[in-house]
């Protein structure tokens, strides 16, 4: 009756981590629809806290059998449980837990970033009819949580077509996160349109990629295609179109020149919190899984793609630094020196040392806790009318002057995260530079790390520019028009943004949060980096196969 | 009895770290006396660093005392290990010396904002910290991080104190110093990666006297002098020294080019030379070259300029060429001048800036054309420029004299063009500093000038210490001599080159008995050049 098929077993202890991710997920939806509306947000939120640390507390309850066993292999080889993939899982799960904090955060203001309803046509009745009413859209924290799931199968996908579902669950709430900006909604739209289009664009040469590699080696399985690349001789077209486009499809989601034409706009227009979110966790996800392509994949194909992965590495290092120089925007610089780090952590990726696992991983840490607390005291500088009502993100660069006479902490935590994006010693940042560029050089990649060096250095103007800014520069008397606004033309929630002063709005204490403990990894990495490095160096931050 | 076991130098490192915590602490009823804290806590290191030097065996002045080792990030072979040779001592003496005078300088800055000052003052006391520890440093991978995180607290003393361009120029040092800096750190991977590796394999100890190839330890050479260059600072990469100087608050630039300039060139002696041995006297020829250009080139634009703190900071280019030239010189004369010429040119220039803040506070104005006649209503003043002044361009009897002086005959012994050359120097020197003081302090007093106040008690308490230094160790500058000729003796002997012998003696002589120690030194070969002097 069944015919030939028998139920795979499965292994439910070893996907705990991910099942409680998803299941709060779905559970959320549900919340949506039976929850009434006063109590929601703060079910919604308790659901998405509690299931993050969750994750976290299973990842950590299934760390000691991997470090004894090296790793195993769940669900017939679609998902690989191993050092890297644990490491991994867990700093998407803590770094989604820090952005939650942000995304639910209403300041002072009483609102929070999202549209009160994001299906409203931006400007219209109803749209202010939905405002006025205080409509809250809480399906924000299912979707979050979809995407960390997401994420968390994207790290350690053992097969083709579980990475490819992976980077579907997690892109698509992405994309419809992208769109749903209280203010700025067109921008908003735009953006999460563009993300979408690009996206589909680079999944489909993804998918087309998987097809070309089981049309090479007959199995989507990473570990079946290494074997099978191990005995090619001469270059193989299937082979190396296949692992071409699968790696093209990966750097997209990194943000790798040439496919990172998406992240100037989709970073400015989506909300904050979400940039924040989204630029910290999919680049942890997307490196995890480039790392196992690359490191279970590649190596015996590597002399055919070393060409290629380093001029992306040198491009992708020159474009992002050199673009970020002229950008006034400050979430667009952001954007821009994500787009310069992708290509550090790529010198990482690209050495093909064992070293280099754990490297790109400490820098994954360093980088996602700085971005998270950028973009968290992002949201948190706000546009004031004339009136005193708050508007949205004070985004240009000039708005920014003389915020440290003001508000002397916020701006000192802002210039440690950025000091830590530039690499000074003593910050988080330098360890994971140190460690990336000496991978490289033990793999004998050192003109990549001579070039990630030379882009640091340029990277610094940027970096120091803002913090100039900040420190150095008094601030325009309020009452006058602080600079003119980036972009085209901000469809605010409450109006006009003409002359509008700058303000920094108080956090409902989640952000500080957020923005403490960010603060507080970003030193603590800098200076006693050991503890975690020690556990990066060992034996368990290696692939299974 | 004080224990040499004591960690000293831990102890050093963190009270100024633990000085600038309370300043900022300081509840807001408390803040008239953030001035008395920071002073307090600077005395408080001046002390412990006199202990710390009273248990320093001075016989034994060439290996590394007080040292303390402990692992602090085994996975990339870094540890926390710090110890002083005698260069390091006197440099870090130095240190201690200034930090407590420029706080002192800066009582009335800010123009009484104490909030303000409450910043300054905290952010000089977690400089002192890193000046301590960059000069203790005893591992690559530690000395680099310091040596790049002590541009932050710089930096923002620059941008949020400094005058018009502060800005401009703090970005500017910034960037400078950055770029070279992230040059050696390729530099000082690639290194690690030469050595044996393994939980200690920064230590410099054990990364002194490997096997590299040839173009590996050029390159490698190449990039820590270049950052070590743009430290110190040397022609052409000096650029923005004068900016920095010329907008720092002149007790930054004091701390700037007294103290952390030096770093560029403790690095060369105490890095370049004795990792790179075969690069550095590969090398040698041309740097003597650039040190003899930056020697003249400072002392030219010196003369030329028309802001006092300008000058001063191309004054610094030149003194930095004698130092430079000294230490590529290789002879146990010249390398212990150059240790000394550090120290003094510290307390030298360290006086002259403090002293050229007081005349800018006075006059609102730091061209020197806005002054003349100065000493007539301000004697004191005067005098004591005078004296700066003086040692600036070496006069005999201040310490900066014997020092140059041992520079100069160290050169002599191995190049004599070189040193003939680095002579004029010593000339333009004097025209400088005498144009100077005579544009300042001499002539028909100008009317704005009139009422010029005198230095005060506590100014004259600033600049008093440093030329009663200056004075004394000008005439009796043995003990800083025995800090500084052993460790002269094995840096030689770690770059592989011996002494001229005859011309040595002649040193010897020249210089009088205290200096005739240093000759005793291990020369082996006698070459022509040592015969013909």
Redesign the interface.
Known sequence: MTGGFTAPQIDWAALAPILIVLGAGVIGVLVEAFVPRGPRRTVQLALALVATAGAVVALAALWDGVTQDGGTVVLGGSVILDGPSLLLQGLVAVLTLLSLLVVADRTATGEDAFAPSAAAVPGSDYEQLARRQGVVQTEVYPLILFAAGGMMIFTAAGDLLTMFVALEVLSLPLYLLSGMARRRRLLSQEAAMKYFLLGAFSSALFLFGVALLYGFAGSVRLDAIAEATATVVGLDPLLLAGAVMVLVGLLFKVGAVPFHSWTPDVYQGAPTPITGFMAACTKVAAFGALLRVVYVVVPSIHWDLRPVLWAIVLLTMAVGTVVALVQTDMKRILAYSAVAHTGFILTGVVALEKSGIGSVIFYLTAYGAATVGAFAIVTLVREKAADGVVLGEATHLSQWAGLGRRNPWLAVAFSLFLLSFAGIPLTAGFIGKFAVFSSAIEGDATPLAVAGVVASAVAVFFYVRIIVLMFFTDAPRSGEPAGTPAGPAAVTGAGDTGAAGVTVVRSEGLTTVTIVVTAALTVLLGVFPAPVLDVLTGEVTRFVP | MLSADFPWLTTLIVVPLVGAAIVWALPSSARRWVRHVAVGVALLELLLAVAAASTFDTADAGTHQLGELR??????GASYAVGVDGVGLLLILLSVVLTPLVLLAAWREQAGDVDRLRHYVALILVLETFMVAVFAARDVFLF???F??M??PV??LI??FGGQQ??YA??KF??YS??GG??M??AV??L??QGDGGPQGFLIENLVGLDLPVWTERLMFLAFFLAFAIKAPMWPVHTWLPDAAETAPAGTSTLLVAVLDKVGTFGMLTLCLPLFPNASRWAAPVIIVLAVISILYGALLAIGQQDLLRMIAYTSVSHFGFIVLGIFAFTSTSIAGSSFYMFNHGLSTGALFLLAGFLVTRRGSQLIADFGGLQKVAPVLAGTFLVAGLSALSLPGLSTFVSEFLVLIGTFARSQPAAVVAVLGVVLAAIYVLLTYQRIFTGPVRDELVRTPDLSARETWVVAPLIALMLVLGFYPTPALDLVREPATVTLEQVGVSDPEATVSTAARAVGADAAATGTSSGTTSDDEGSTT
């Open positions: 692992g602090w990030i085994p996975q990339i680099y991080v310091l790049e995180a541009l932050i930096y923002f941008g949020q502060r800005r703090a970005v910034l960037l950055l770029a992230l040059i750190l390729v991977i690639a690690y990666l």
